[in-house]
């Protein structure tokens, strides 16, 4: 029989819920919150995410996975104090061959979480992306930049999704005073990515391992910064814990062009590999890069893990997958 003092720690226990816990970066946000004390439900219909990203969990009674869609009617029992609204296709490749279950998503599946917090009276987070600044004319991006997108473009169906899911997190939390935080996610990497998602990182790591040609897009001169994925996991997480509802860039502000990027990937894998260059694709973004000032004044946050360090991690992780 569990002593008082168990069950009191039991009661004091945050009961969280992540959508799309099954992804890249749910998944390692399920990882921090069941080290930092957290009973986690995750809803995922295992569209982009994998059980593999959380059968390390599996036997843990703080743990639970429900294999769910989320532009369906959610319900669950008992209580819920935080909801973590990650479900979406993230990359390029998901979303451009899952457009309309990618506006579904954005759209349906934000609108059902955020009833579900607002039934169980829990503090909601949004997951929304650096896409909804487009291909940006300011540089670098600020929370209070509104944009450059193309709405009927191939790339509308995630950015639109976005920005109508930032649109009525807000217009929840005004309504209905319901507590929200908006973290605009700037570019990821580190282990979990799936090898085929497009993404630059996993594309680039890849190639080099097998010393096949690195693919550049344009002439290489387009920008991005790139944040590992505990860095941005912590950011989040404060932001959760934050009394701040409007958004907040999350991501590390040192900035690469993709042609130097393609080089540090080659010399940190050791590879035989060169650059080719291929078209541009469509709307592809020229300058990536956040300005941060808001959460390092907020959240007493920024990036410590060097680009080095992640990558090292993130090949390993990518050395054993293909052999």
């Not at 004390?37 to 059968?55: K, P, S, W």
């Not at 941060?292 to 004044?297: E, F, N, Y």
Request: net charge positive.
């Amino acid at each position: 029989m569990p002593s008082p003092k168990t069950k009191r720690a039991k009661k004091t226990e945050p009961i969280s819920v992540v959508t799309g816990g099954a992804g890249f970066l749910g998944s390692h946000l399920v990882d921090l919150l069941l080290e930092r004390g957290h009973r986690v439900v995750v809803l995922d219909n295992l569209v982009t995410g994998t059980v593999e990203n959380m059968a390390h969990h599996a036997g843990n009674p703080r743990f639970r996975f429900v294999h769910q869609d989320v532009t369906e009617y959610l319900f669950l029992d008992g209580a819920v104090n935080y909801v973590w609204h990650f479900a979406s296709p993230a990359s390029p490749v998901d979303y451009l061959e899952l457009p309309i279950q990618t506006l579904k998503v954005g759209s349906l599946g934000t609108h059902k979480a955020l009833g579900l917090a607002k039934y169980k009276g829990a503090r909601f987070l949004l997951a929304s992306t650096s896409e909804i600044y487009g291909d940006p004319a300011i540089h670098p991006q600020t929370e209070d930049y509104w944009g450059n997108v193309n709405t009927i473009g191939p790339r509308g169906c995630y950015d639109e999704a976005k920005r109508f899911a930032e649109a009525i997190t807000m217009a929840y939390h005004r309504e209905h005073s319901l507590e929200t935080r908006i973290v605009r996610i700037f570019n990821t990497y580190g282990p979990r990515m799936r090898l085929n998602d497009g993404r630059v990182v996993p594309a680039f790591v890849g190639q080099a391992l097998e010393d096949r040609p690195l693919t550049v897009f344009g002439d290489g001169s387009q920008t991005r910064s790139f944040c590992y994925y505990s860095d941005l996991i912590e950011g989040i997480y404060r932001l959760m814990m934050s009394d701040s509802a409007l958004p907040v860039n999350i991501g590390n502000p040192k900035e690469f062009t993709m042609l130097d990027f393609a080089k540090e990937i080659i010399r940190a894998t050791g590879s035989r590999s060169k650059v080719v260059f291929r078209p541009l694709p469509q709307d592809d973004p020229k300058q990536r890069q956040p300005d941060i000032t808001r959460a390092r004044k907020l959240l007493h946050w920024e990036p410590r893990v060097s680009l080095a360090e992640g990558l090292r991690a993130t090949i390993a992780w990518v050395k054993a997958r293909i052999g």
